[in-house]
C-alpha cells in the first residue's frame, strides 16, 4: 500500500531548476533512501514533501489524499515525521519534556498518559538515564537521538530523516543503524533517509532513489544502484569507493 | 490653495527632519544589526546641544551648530563604547530593552541639566519670510527642506562614492568577509553611530526653532521615525526620506483637513496598515530573513 | 511534584503578604498592592514573551483596556465590578485574537513597533474619545469590589484581594507551564519550525499565547482600577510596558518567580531611592541597562551563585544561549 505519492513534483528558484519532475513514491513500513551529490535537490524534495515548500507543479499525497497545500502542521498529523539536517531540539525543555511534545500530537492522552507513552519511546531509543537533563547538556549526537524520539513520538507513518548520521561519531553511527532498524520494526513504519554514509544506506535501504541537478536518474534495489553507470558517474565514484573499504 | 501650499511646505519641513531622524535610525541598523530605540534622544540630545550653545553659551551661530554637532559626534562614540559594545553579543530583545532603557537615562538626565521648562532656540532666520504664489512661507522651513536635500546627497555620497561607505556598506551585508577583506570592522561600526548621532543631531538643531526644545520632545520624534522606517521600509535609506516626508505631510494636512486630536493616529494608522499588508514598506528588505 | 513546589509558592506569596499587611504602614501597602497587580500582568507578558517569544511593547493598552472596560461598565451601566472583571477580560482576550491574526505574522523588532504603535494608537483614542473615555480626565469613582456588603477599599483589605488574585494567576500560569500547552508555547520560541514538525499549528497557538497574556492584563487593569478607583490615559501609555518588560527581564524572563521578583523590585525601586529627587530616573534607566549586560538570567540567575544551578536557571540560560 502506498503510504506517500509524489508526482511530477517541480520546484524553480529564479533560473535554478531545483527540482524538475521528480515522482516518489513510499510503501508502508518500506525503507526508502535518497541519494545524490550536494545541491540535488534531496533537502527541497523532503521540504515539498512537509510543506516548507510550495512545489510549482505537481501533488503529494498522503494516504491517498492531496496534502499538496496543507500546512505543515496538518500533514504531520496525517503520519508524516521528520528530523531536520543540523538537529532541532527544544533547548529551554528537558529530553523528556521534548519527547512530550511530540506525544501530545494524540490528542486525547492526559498528563499522565504523555509522560508515560513518552518514556516508552526515550527507553527505547537508550536515552532513560538522560530523560531528565537539560538540553543544553548533551552531547551533539544525543540531541539528535531526542529529535529522532521526539519525531517517533509523532506517531508517523513515515518517518522523514535528513542525514541524521551527519557529525556524529562512527560508534553513534552504529547505534543509530540499530535504533532505525529496531524502529521499524517496533512501529511498522516507513523510512524515508537522505545520507552521505553510504555504508549506512546500503545496509538500510530496500530501494534507492537518486538525484542529480534536481531529477531523478536512478531508482532501484541497492544492487542496481550500485552496478548502474550513469548513478556512478554522477556520485557514487569516491564515495563509494571510500564506503566499500 | 495659499493656505494648502503653506502647510505643505511645512509638511515637507518637518517630514525633513523625521527623514533624517529616520536615516539615522536605518543606517545605525544597516551598520550594526541594531534597532535603537534610543534615537528620538539623540535628536533631543541635538536639540539641547543647540540651547547649551546658542542659547546658555551665546556662541555666534556658525560655530554654536559645529559645535553642536561636534558633541553629537562624540556623544556617538560614547554611546558606541558604553552602551553598543557591551551588548553586540546579547539577543535582539536584549538590545531592545537596553536601547530603551538608556533612553531613559538620557532623558532624565536632560531633564537634570536643563529642567522641564522648555526653551526656545531661535533661527539664525528668525521671523524672515517670504511669499510664494499668495503663501507666506518661513524662511527657516525652506531651509530645512534644503538641509536636508544636502544631507541626503552627501550620504549618498558617502555611502556609494568614498572607501569609507563602500567599506560600511560592506560590514553592513556581511561582517565576517568584510573582516577578512582586511577592513578594521570595530572602526566601521563606530563609524556608523557616530552618522547616524551627527545625523540625529542635525534633525535636532533644525527641529529646535520648529517646536520648542523640551527635554520630552524624543519620544514622539522616535514614534514618527519609526513609523517612516516602517512605511519607507525597514533597512531602505530612500525609503527613510519618502517615509520621514510622508508622516511630515500627513501629520500637517492631516491636523487641518482631518482632526487634531487623531492627527497621530493617521501616521501610524498607516504604519499599522502598511505591517499588515506590505511589512517591507515601499523600499524594503524582504522579511523572511530579518528580524 | 513541580506542580506542588507550586502551590508551595502561592502558599509562600499568601504567609508574606499576610505577614507584611500587619507590619507595613499604609503607604507602603499601598506600593505593594500596586506591585502585586503588576506582577498579574507581568505574568502575563511572561507567556506572550518569556513562553512564546513575542516581543509586545503594547502591553499596557490590554491592561489599559480592561481598565476601561470595567471602568466604563461600572461607573456608566451600573454593573457590579463581580460582573464587569470576566466581561472585560473575555472582551479584551478576544480584542487580542482579532488584532493577533494579521500582527503574529510579524517577528522581532516588526512586531515591536507594531506593538508600540498599537499602544501609542490606544492611548491617542482613549485620550480623545470624550463621551466613552472623559479623554485626559479619565474616569473616577469606580466602585470597588465587595464581600459580603464589606468594600474592598482600604490598601489592607485590598492586598488579600490581591494575594488571593496573585495566587489565583500563579497557580494557573504553573499549570500552564507544565502542561501540553505551556511545552507547546515554549518550543514554539525555541524553534517555530521544529514546532510545526511536531504537529503543532503554530499560528494559532501565538495567537493563543497572545490572548492569554492580553487576559492576565485585562485582569490586572480591572484590579488596578478598582484599587486607584480613577483611571486616565496616561496610566497605560507606553511607557508603562516598557516598564512591565524591564520588570519581566530584571526579575528573569521566562519564570514565573522572575516576574513577581522583577514587579515588586521595580515598584519599590523608585522609593528606596527617593532621596535621589529627579536623578532617580536616570539612575533607574542605568540599573536596567547594567541588569541586562551583567545579569542577563535576571534576579533568578542569581541562584546559581547561592546553591548548584537549579532546574528553572538552567532552562533561562539554555534559553538565553540559543536565542539568535
Known amino acids: ?245 | ?291 | 511534584m513541580r506542580i506542588l513546589r507550586s502551590f508551595g509558592l502561592a502558599l509562600c506569596i499568601l504567609a508574606a503578604g499576610g505577614v507584611l499587611s500587619l507590619v507595613l504602614p499604609e503607604y507602603h501597602l499601598r506600593l505593594l498592592n500596586l506591585s502585586v497587580v503588576a506582577s498579574i500582568a507581568v505574568i502575563g507578558l511572561n507567556i506572550a514573551f518569556g513562553y512564546v517569544g513575542l516581543i509586545s511593547l503594547g502591553h499596557a493598552a490590554f491592561v489599559g483596556l480592561g481598565a476601561y472596560i470595567m471602568a466604563i461598565s461600572t461607573t456608566r451601566l451600573g454593573l457590579s465590578p463581580w460582573l464587569a472583571m470576566p466581561a472585560a477580560v473575555a472582551a479584551t482576550a478576544a480584542f487580542a485574537v482579532a488584532i493577533g491574526l494579521p500582527l503574529l505574522r510579524l517577528k522581532g523588532h516588526y512586531l515591536a513597533l507594531a506593538t508600540l504603535g498599537l499602544n501609542v494608537s490606544f492611548v491617542i483614542v482613549a485620550s480623545n474619545w470624550l463621551e466613552m473615555t472623559g479623554g485626559t480626565n479619565g474616569i473616577a469613582q469606580i466602585p470597588s469590589f465587595s464581600i459580603l456588603h464589606h468594600a474592598i477599599s482600604d490598601e489592607r483589605s485590598f492586598l488579600w484581594l490581591a494575594l488571593v488574585s496573585l495566587t489565583l494567576v500563579v497557580v494557573v500560569a504553573t499549570l500552564l507551564h507544565h502542561s501540553r500547552y505551556g511545552r507547546a508555547l515554549i518550543s514554539v520560541r525555541d524553534d517555530e519550525l521544529a514546532a510545526e514538525m511536531t504537529g503543532i499549528d503554530t499560528t494559532r497557538l501565538k495567537i493563543m499565547g497572545f490572548a492569554f497574556s492580553a487576559a492576565y492584563a485585562a485582569f490586572a487593569g480591572c484590579l488596578f482600577a478598582s484599587h486607584v478607583r480613577f483611571i486616565s490615559p496616561e496610566d497605560f501609555s507606553y511607557a508603562h510596558s516598557i516598564n512591565y518588560l524591564a520588570m519581566l527581564i530584571v526579575g528573569g524572563e521566562g519564570t514565573i518567580v522572575g516576574a513577581i521578583l522583577g514587579s515588586v523590585l521595580l515598584t519599590f525601586l523608585p522609593e528606596w531611592l527617593r532621596f535621589l529627587g529627579n536623578a532617580y530616573l536616570a539612575l533607574f534607566g542605568l540599573l536596567v541597562f547594567l541588569v541586562l549586560v551583567f545579569l542577563p538570567t535576571g534576579i533568578v540567575g542569581l541562584r546559581k551563585f547561592v546553591r548548584g544551578p537549579s532546574r528553572v536557571d538552567r532552562s533561562v540560560q539554555a534559553a538565553a544561549e540559543v536565542r539568535p
Request: glycine share 12%.
Open chain 2, 1 to 291: 490653495m495659499a493656505d494648502f501650499f503653506q502647510l505643505a511646505i511645512n509638511g515637507f519641513a518637518i517630514g525633513g527632519v523625521y527623514a533624517l531622524a529616520a536615516i539615522g535610525f536605518v543606517i545605525v541598523y544597516e551598520a550594526t544589526g541594531v534597532v535603537n530605540f534610543a534615537a528620538g534622544q539623540f535628536v533631543m540630545f541635538g536639540t539641547f546641544a543647540g540651547v547649551a550653545a546658542l542659547v546658555n553659551a551665546q556662541l555666534p551661530w556658525p560655530i554654536a551648530y559645529a559645535a553642536a554637532l561636534f558633541a553629537m559626534a562624540a556623544f556617538g562614540v560614547l554611546f558606541f563604547l558604553l552602551v553598543y559594545w557591551p551588548l553586540k553579543l546579547s539577543p535582539a530583545v536584549t538590545v531592545i530593552i537596553g536601547t530603551v532603557a538608556i533612553s531613559i537615562t538620557m532623558q532624565n538626565a536632560a531633564l537634570l541639566v536643563f529642567g522641564s521648562w522648555p526653551v526656545r532656540i531661535p533661527s539664525p532666520l528668525e521671523g524672515m519670510t517670504v511669499e510664494v504664489g499668495g503663501a507666506v512661507v518661513s524662511v527657516h522651513a525652506l531651509l530645512t527642506m534644503a538641509i536636508t536635500a544636502l544631507l541626503v546627497g552627501g550620504l549618498w555620497f558617502l555611502l556609494h562614492r568614498t572607501s569609507f561607505g563602500i567599506g560600511m556598506r560592506a560590514v553592513a551585508q556581511d561582517v565576517q568577509a568584510a573582516r577578512l577583506m582586511g577592513l578594521k570592522v570595530g572602526r566601521v561600526l563606530a563609524m556608523s553611530w557616530v552618522l547616524g548621532a551627527l545625523l540625529a543631531g542635525a534633525a535636532g538643531l533644525l527641529l529646535g526653532p520648529m517646536w520648542f526644545a523640551d527635554v520630552n520632545m524624543g519620544d514622539p520624534v522616535a514614534l514618527k521615525a519609526f513609523a517612516a522606517t516602517i512605511i519607507g521600509g525597514f533597512g531602505s535609506l530612500p525609503g527613510a526620506v519618502v517615509g520621514g516626508i510622508f508622516v511630515g505631510l500627513s501629520e500637517v494636512l492631516g491636523a487641518s483637513y482631518i482632526s487634531s486630536a487623531y492627527k497621530d493616529l493617521i501616521s501610524f494608522g498607516i504604519m499599522i496598515g502598511f505591517l499588515f499588508v506590505r511589512p517591507q514598506g515601499m523600499f524594503g528588505e524582504k522579511i523572511q530573513d530579518r528580524g
Open chain 1, 1 to 245: 500500500m502506498t503510504i506517500l505519492d509524489a508526482r511530477n513534483i517541480s520546484k524553480r528558484y529564479g533560473g535554478l531548476a531545483a527540482l524538475t519532475d521528480v515522482d516518489m513514491t513510499v510503501s508502508a513500513g518500506e525503507f526508502v533512501a535518497i541519494i545524490g551529490p550536494n545541491g540535488a535537490g534531496k533537502s527541497t524534495l523532503l521540504n515539498v514533501f512537509t510543506g516548507l515548500v510550495v512545489p510549482d507543479s505537481g501533488a503529494v499525497l498522503l494516504a491517498g489524499n492531496d496534502v499538496t497545500r496543507h500546512a505543515t502542521n496538518r500533514r504531520i498529523k496525517a503520519g508524516l515525521g521528520r528530523t531536520f539536517q543540523h538537529g532541532r531540539t527544544f533547548p529551554r525543555l528537558t529530553v523528556l519534556e521534548n519527547v512530550m511534545v511530540g506525544a501530545a500530537i494524540c490528542p486525547t492522552l492526559g498528563e499522565r498518559a504523555l509522560r508515560e507513552s513518552a518514556l516508552q519511546i526515550i527507553e527505547q531509543m537508550g536515552l532513560a538515564d538522560i530523560a531528565d537533563n537539560a538540553i543544553r547538556t548533551l552531547s551533539y549526537g544525543h540531541r539528535r537521538m531526542v529529535e529522532l524520539a521526539r519525531a517517533v513520538a509523532c506517531n508517523p507513518k513515515v518517518l522523514l530523516l535528513d542525514e541524521p548520521a551527519a557529525g556524529l561519531n562512527s560508534a553513534e553511527v552504529a547505534q543509530l543503524v540499530k535504533r532505525l532498524a529496531h524502529l521499524r520494526e517496533k512501529h511498522q513504519l516507513a523510512v524515508v533517509l537522505i545520507e552521505h554514509n553510504m555504508g549506512m544506506v546500503m545496509r538500510l535501504a530496500e530501494r534507492i532513489v537518486v538525484l542529480n541537478f534536481g531529477s531523478k536518474i536512478a531508482e532501484g534495489a541497492p544492487a542496481e544502484i550500485q552496478a548502474n553507470p550513469a548513478v556512478l558517474s554522477a556520485y557514487l565514484g569516491e564515495g563509494y569507493a571510500h564506503a566499500r573499504v
